[in-house]
């Protein structure tokens, strides 16, 4: 282990046994037998293929919004990516992996570049809302993404949008096993005003909606409104025009909002929403949405899929 820890320290910051806990905000997750922050490019890539070529285990962290660790933390090497660098040119905004996607909001607007007014408020960075393709208000990642710049197997490659072949809440980075280190962004030119005017009833939208609790944001994916087994003709009207049926709403019909298991709560403000609001395990949050999923499917014939990553 001190050898590694010394190796390692040619890379970035290191820590031995360092708690996931303080790195996500579910606050779930037990030690990281090693747990480095990178803040260069070019020291990432190293470190990428350092640990690649030596068969360590490891894993990506970016803002920790969207995931939940085990109990037991993780055998390995945690990386934490702290790249910070973020130009605007013309109307694109290039944003290094590790750059606060509420920060390249702020920069679309300050910039009078229209595009990206739905992430406001949203935690998380540019990297790990590209792989997941985040979104919010019926807009995406994907709407406004050019390229990206990736490391995969050793080499920096550049990856479009259309070879990203995005999806609901998903890339192909989920399966190809790559990590992104730059994104570009092509925003629309558009007045001031009405960016921040946009960006002012979206944060009206989500005031007194989240829970106050720790959590991982929505937990499930809304479900395609072609997958929807039932009559359309019961479903909310706007649910249609969106084409999704939304997960709050079905654990609304459940009367399962404030259902609890051990430190785990489904949220009282928002029913996609899990909450750790007693010292919740990563045991009772699983406990929980299985309880949950088999409710969800009883009732209504669908499967719930987790938006959160769930890493054991």
């Given at each position: ?12 910051h290191?820590?031995?046994n ?23 490019n ?21 803002g ?13 090497v ?5 790249t ?39 935690p998380?960075?540019?990297?790990g809302?590209v792989?997941?393709?985040a979104?919010a ?24 949008k ?28 558009a ?13 009206k ?12 944001g929505?937990?499930?994916?809304n ?42 709560k ?18 009772d ?28």
């Open positions: 282990m001190q050898e590694l820890y010394k190796q390692l320290k040619e890379f970035g290191v820590k031995i360092e708690s996931l806990a303080k790195h996500t905000t579910f606050k779930i997750g037990g030690p990281a037998d090693f747990f480095i922050e990178i803040i260069d070019q020291k990432l890539i190293e470190l990428l293929n350092f640990v690649n070529g030596a068969g360590i285990d490891y894993f990506i962290l970016g920790g919004s969207n995931m939940l660790f085990n109990d037991q933390g993780f055998k390995g945690v990386i934490k990516v702290r910070r660098k973020l130009i605007t040119e013309n109307n694109i905004i290039m944003a290094e992996a590790g750059v606060l996607l509420s920060k390249i909001v702020v920069e679309a607007s300050k910039n009078s570049l229209s595009g990206l007014e739905w992430g406001v408020g949203i998380g960075t540019v990297g809302a792989r997941g393709n979104g208000m019926g807009r995406e990642a994907a709407n406004c993404l050019e390229k990206i710049e990736m490391w995969q197997d050793g080499e920096v490659i550049e990856m479009t259309e070879e990203l072949k995005f999806s609901y809440r998903d890339s192909c980075i989920k399966n190809k096993g790559g990590v992104i280190l730059k994104a570009y962004f092509k925003l629309v030119p007045e001031k005003q009405t960016i921040m005017t946009a960006m002012t009833g979206y944060l939208q989500r005031s007194g909606r989240y829970p106050a609790y720790p959590s991982a929505s937990f499930f994916q479900i395609d409104i072609a997958k929807w087994p039932g009559d359309l003709k019961a479903l909310p009207e706007i649910f249609v025009e969106r084409k999704k049926v939304p997960i709050g709403w079905l654990v609304e019909q459940l009367d399962m909002k404030g259902f609890a298991v051990g430190g785990a489904i949220s009282d403000e928002h029913g996609n929403f899990i909450i750790n609001y007693k010292n919740a395990t990563q045991t949050i699983l406990t929980l949405i299985e309880t949950l999923k088999e409710k969800v499917y009883n009732k209504f014939g669908v499967e719930l899929i987790p938006e959160v990553e769930i890493i054991n």
